[in-house]
């Protein structure tokens, strides 16, 4: 089976970098991605990521380790907009099917 | 208008009721799929269609079934609601390709007294 792991709540300063770390067990690994999801609102889509490294989009970067079964989301000069729900979600299984982590509530405080 | 659209938006019902959650793309997608949410437990995959004809379980199946009427419609039911069946559904579409990201509808809020 697949399962993933991630805190369930973090909390930062406005203006400061977060990392929301993720790991995850599957067999067929294909790639990890992130989510975010505001209250109330459907899941929108981060980033993926299926080679080792650190990939960059903006404010937000997301690594990948697959030897570790790790991956982390960075986000930078965070803003209190970025306060939300982030999931790591692994692509993988026989049927490549995107399997999601219970997700990890940022608060962002002034 | 939504990419994808799932109706109803919220809806309350008794014990036992058979209910059915719609969902609807506009993307072209072959993928699609339902999942639910409940505080705490993230989000899980309830039934996948890579196509028309193919249908495939997910973690929690037990309790739903599904129809893919066309590419782009593919319902839920839940034949006998029961109150542990409250919560958030959401249906997403996605493209063919490994890490192709998945586009969400608003959500189902689902409540069963």
């Known amino acids: 089976g697949q399962s993933l792991e991630q805190p369930s709540e973090v909390t930062a300063v406005e203006g400061a970098i977060v990392q929301i770390n993720c790991t995850y067990q599957t067999s067929g690994f294909y790639g990890l991605s992130w989510y975010q999801q505001h209250d109330g609102g459907a899941p929108t889509f981060l980033s993926y990521?299926?080679?080792?490294g650190l990939e960059e989009t903006g404010r937000f970067s997301s690594f990948l380790s697959r030897s570790d079964s790790y991956g982390y989301l960075l986000l930078q000069e965070l803003q209190m907009k970025d306060s939300a729900s982030y999931f790591c979600?692994?692509?993988?299984?026989?049927?490549?099917?995107?399997?999601f982590g219970t997700g990890t509530l940022l608060a962002v405080q002034p | 208008d939504a990419d994808v659209t799932q109706t109803p938006r919220n809806r309350i019902t008794k014990t036992g009721k058979r209910i059915m959650l719609e969902c609807s793309q506009t993307k072209g997608h072959d993928r699609m799929y339902w999942y639910r949410q409940d505080p705490g437990l993230g989000l899980r995959l309830i039934y996948y269609s890579f196509d028309v004809k193919d249908i495939n379980k997910g973690e929690i199946s037990d309790g739903y079934s599904v129809s893919r009427q066309a590419q782009a419609k593919f319902s839920l039911s839940l034949e006998s609601a029961i109150p542990n069946q409250t919560a958030l559904y959401f249906c997403a579409t996605s493209g063919a390709a490994a890490g192709e990201k998945l586009f969400f509808g608003s959500g189902t809020q689902l409540s069963v007294l």
């Open positions: 979600a692994v692509t993988g299984g026989a049927t490549n099917k995107l399997i």
């Open positions: 990521n299926a080679l080792d």
